[in-house]
Each structure stands twice: as C-alpha cells, then as structure tokens.
C-alpha cells in the first residue's frame, strides 16, 4: 500500500494520480510504509508491561506460598 510522507496517511491505489504521486501533495509515495516509531514503542512498551505483571505474578505466588 502506498505510503505518503509528506501527508503522513496511507493513499489508496485508486487516489493516486495518473503519474502516481499523492493527490494532495503531489510527492511520490513510498511503496510501504515505514515502521512507525510509536509501533516499536508499543512493543517495547508492552514488553516492559508483560514483564512487569510477571514479575508482579511471581512475587504474589512467592508471598503466597
Ligand atoms: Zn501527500
């Protein structure tokens, strides 16, 4: 799917022009679109969540023993 940098949003096929730049900007898109920064803090996010409630599991399993 292209990817508009310029607009930052996602063009669909059909809205491209007939040269294949963005309708609105006129700039070639990308063919994908880059991984997001705010994807990989998600995912570091939730890592460091993940581990935290393990963590929290475990301590309650250890106090409950
Ligand atoms: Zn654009």
Redesign the pocket.
């Known amino acids: 799917m292209p990817w ?4 930052d ?1 996602r ?1 669909e096929t059909d809205e491209l022009t007939a040269d294949g730049v ?6 070639e ?1 990308l063919e994908h679109r880059r991984s997001p920064w705010y994807f990989k803090f998600m995912l570091v996010a939730s890592i460091i969540y993940l581990g935290y409630r393990a963590f929290q599991g475990v301590t309650w399993v250890v106090h409950h023993l």
């Open positions: 508009c940098e310029q607009c949003r063009i963005c309708p609105q900007c006129g700039t898109p």
